[in-house]
């Protein structure tokens, strides 16, 4: 398949699949903003094979067969966008690794004991996805790319907590749970003391984070900061909704997303 062609895809897949980093992307020069699409097709198709409604086993192989898929000749789209902006910015295979070993995790451990222990899954498909986007962007801060990965995951956990738990996990670090008296996850005065606290976690990850535009050209810094209040803009939804993330409105409309871009250019 010719490179345009496997880039057309993964911005099609992009599109239609990520709504946040599609409007963020948006600003990027094309060279990048494929890049970064080309990434993105790639964490959806681990995510994908994890949360699929395959058996573990099913799931484990398709797993290990996109992290082999690193290394081999590429002729699947998504592959042959991705060696491209891998060879074109230097993207290291460590991270992409790093998120199928986030999606083994998901087939092997359902709850967290502790927030460290959550970080540690975080870093792995979050983390990573920031780690890998951090070439493309032309910038070496890891750290706080790392970490903005990290908010971003801590906002899509809160957000997905009732459809997580549809799916058997439970990401909410489990002596958190004990402490602020969840027993069960359903809304309760106890359920949204404990989401304030997830949200004041996660708000401080974003802050420290976004640090990381000091390192970055005008259009990246644009394109981060742009998806990061996306982001920021869902937990400002899920606080109104005072947490009610089982029967609440949490995801923003077009419009909505259309006029936090439109603040980022305008600036």
């Not at 897949?13 to 990048?32: Q, S």
């Not at 494929?34 to 094979?49: C, K, L, N, P, S």
């Not at 058996?55 to 491209?84: I, N, Q, Y």
């Not at 908010?151 to 909410?172: K, M, P």
């Amino acid at each position: 398949m010719k490179v345009d062609a496997a880039y057309d895809e993964v911005l099609r897949i992009t599109r239609r699949e990520a709504k946040n980093f599609a409007y963020g992307i948006m600003v990027l020069p094309r060279e990048k903003r494929r890049a970064i699409a080309a990434i993105y097709a790639y964490a959806r198709r681990v995510d994908d094979a994890a949360d699929g409604a395959e058996p573990p086993e099913v799931k484990r192989a398709a797993l290990e067969e996109l992290l082999v898929a690193l290394d081999a000749s590429p002729s699947d789209p998504v592959f042959v966008a991705l060696a491209d902006a891998r060879e074109r910015f230097g993207i290291p295979r460590e991270p992409l690794a790093a998120l199928v070993g986030g999606g083994l995790q998901d087939l092997e451990q359902q709850t967290y004991a502790d927030f460290a222990e959550l970080r540690g899954y975080c870093e792995k498909v979050a983390g990573a996805v920031g780690l890998a986007c951090l070439p493309v962007y032309g910038s070496s801060d890891t750290a706080h790319a790392e970490t903005l990965g990290i908010a971003l995951q801590l906002i899509n956990i809160i957000r997905d907590v009732a459809e997580d738990r549809q799916l058997g996990r439970v990401y909410l670090p489990q002596d958190e749970l004990t402490r602020f008296g969840v027993n069960r996850l359903e809304p309760s005065p106890e359920f949204r003391e404990l989401m304030a606290f997830q949200a004041q976690r996660a708000r401080a990850h974003l802050t420290e984070g976004l640090e990381l535009l000091r390192s970055l050209d005008r259009r990246s810094a644009l394109c981060v900061r742009t998806f990061a209040e996306l982001y920021r803009a869902t937990l400002d939804r899920i606080e109104a909704n005072d947490y009610d993330v089982f029967n609440g409105k949490t995801r923003l409309s077009t419009a909505e997303k259309l006029a936090v871009v439109a603040r980022g250019v305008f600036r």
